[in-house]
Structures are given as C-alpha cells and as structure tokens.
C-alpha cells in the first residue's frame, strides 16, 4: 500500500454511459497525475494537477474526459459517452513539489471495461 | 520511435540467475524511474535515479546521462521478482513518459 487509493477497483460500463473515478493521493502532495494504461502497453500521460490547477493536459484526453481536483486533495476523472477503445486501466499518483527528488506514489488502478 | 524504449520486451530465467533489463531514452531528462507492476496492475517505484547508481536489497539501478542509458540488475533472482519493469522518465515537471515494460519471469 503506497498510501494512494483509487475508487473503484473495476469498472464494467456499456458504450455510452459515463463513469467517474476517483483518486486519493498522500495527504500533503500537491502534484497528482493521472495516466491510462492499455493491455500490453507502458503508462500514458493524461493530466495533472499542482494542488487544484490543471496544469497540462495530453492530447489523449478528448472533450469526453474532464479532471477535476476541486480542494486540492482528491481528485476525480470523468469520461463521458464511454466508447470501448476507453477500455484500460486509469492509474493515479502523486508527489510532493518541495525538491526535485521527491518521487510519484502510484495507486493501485481502476480497471475500465466498456462493453 | 518511442521516447523510451526497453529491452528485452519478454525475458526469462531460471532462480538464482543475474539479471538485466535496459532502457534507452531520447528525451532530456531531470529523472529516470525503475517500476515494477504486478499483475492486477499496482505500480511500485523502486528506484529513481538522476545520476551514477543507486542499490536496495538485490536491486541496482544505474543511469549513464550522456549515453541516455539506464539498466536495472537484479542479483540472485526468486520467482517473487516475476513481475513487469517498467522504465520511465520525468522532465521539468515531473509528468513520467514510460516504455512498454518487460515482463520477467523466474522459473524455480
């Protein structure tokens, strides 16, 4: 346990549905990413976030998807109008901006299946 | 090309043996990470690096900056190292730019 929660565990939607995640970093970081991992593939970058502001956002991340971190503590990640090619697993962590050698904590995923 | 690339993709072993998976990067960089990801997909970081070598337990991780190199050993390898390593970098700000990992599996 790395300290970084993710909610749910596993998603199965139908194409079309919207469905939201939440990530819970370590309590006093300020930065949280978020990143999609498919089947067979490394991590991908989506967004992230110093305390509330999104601060850069990938190309990967269409009109469906928004991230919010509203208080600067958790965050969610909404995808609307699931299609299945959004099938994958959302990964979170989060680091704490004091030096440059602080490093990110992941948390353990929620794992995507849109039918 | 990829902005990380790893290799090898796929590497198996017997116990005991020494292992080592490299990683070849294209990018500026302020850190490289070494990952490991068990099956159900939680990620552990196990080194970062910015500069020289870095050793826990049976791990060492070395970064060459000028030759944009990195490669992770491990020594006396168990069945419990079975996992996927993953290499990734961090500029500026941090965000990580990952390769494709290598999935190691250590027969008894």
């Known amino acids: 346990d790395t300290g970084v929660s993710q909610n749910p565990r596993h998603k199965i939607t139908k194409r079309g549905q919207n469905v939201t995640f939440r990530c819970d970093p370590i309590?006093?970081?300020?930065?949280l990413y978020w990143y999609r991992q498919t089947l067979g593939q490394g991590p991908e970058f989506l967004t992230y976030?110093?305390?509330?502001?999104?601060?850069?956002k990938s190309r990967l991340l269409s009109d469906r998807f928004s991230a919010e971190r509203p208080k600067g503590s958790f965050s969610t990640l909404e995808i609307q109008r699931t299609e299945q090619g959004d099938s994958a697993m959302y990964l979170c962590?989060?680091?704490?901006?004091?030096?440059?050698?602080?490093?990110?904590?992941f948390g353990p995923g929620t794992r995507l299946t849109v039918l | 090309k990829n902005e990380v690339e790893q290799s090898p993709q796929n590497l198996t072993a017997q116990e005991g043996e020494f292992i080592t998976i490299n990683c070849s990067y294209s990018?500026?960089?302020?850190?490289l990470h070494w990952l490991q990801q068990h099956p159900g997909g939680g990620i552990v970081s196990l080194f970062m690096?910015?500069?020289g070598k870095k050793k826990h337990g049976r791990l060492i991780a070395t970064i060459n900056i000028q030759e944009k190199h990195s490669s992770l050993h491990i020594t006396a390898s168990h069945p419990r190292d079975s996992a996927v390593y993953i290499c990734?970098?961090?500029?500026?700000?941090?965000?990580?730019?990952f390769g494709k990992g290598t999935l190691l599996t250590v027969n008894p």
């Open positions: 309590s006093e970081h300020n930065r």
């Open positions: 690096l910015s500069s």
């Open positions: 990018v500026g960089i302020s850190a």
């Open positions: 976030f110093q305390n509330e502001a999104q601060l850069e």
């Open positions: 990734a970098v961090g500029g500026s700000n941090y965000k990580l730019t």
């Open positions: 962590a989060s680091r704490l901006l004091v030096s440059s050698y602080n490093e990110q904590f």
